[in-house]
């Protein structure tokens, strides 16, 4: 888990990044996989949420399972 002081500056970071480019992130060609990869894990990751399972948690216990995108 981060502290705030330490989660603070990713997040602005991120905040940042999204509206410097936002009429590029409005387009139809930026699509939800993007978004989540770009915007939402680095999100979660900065609140300290283990997003990609480095630690090998069995599912049962993971913080994030992350949907099927073979359906989209």
């Keep these: 888990m981060y502290s705030k002081e330490e989660a603070y500056p990713k997040i602005a970071e991120l905040v ?7 009429n590029n992130y409005k387009r139809g060609d930026y699509n939800e996989t993007q978004t989540r990869k770009d915007f939402i894990d ?7 949420w283990y ?3 480095k630690h090998g948690a ?4 993971r913080e994030v399972i ?6 989209k």
């Design 16 to 22: 940042e990044r999204f509206s410097d480019q936002f």
């Design 42 to 48: 680095p999100f979660f990751e900065a609140l300290g």
């Design 51 to 53: 997003m990609n399972n």
């Design 58 to 61: 069995w599912e049962t216990y």
């Design 66 to 71: 992350h949907e099927d995108d073979k359906n």
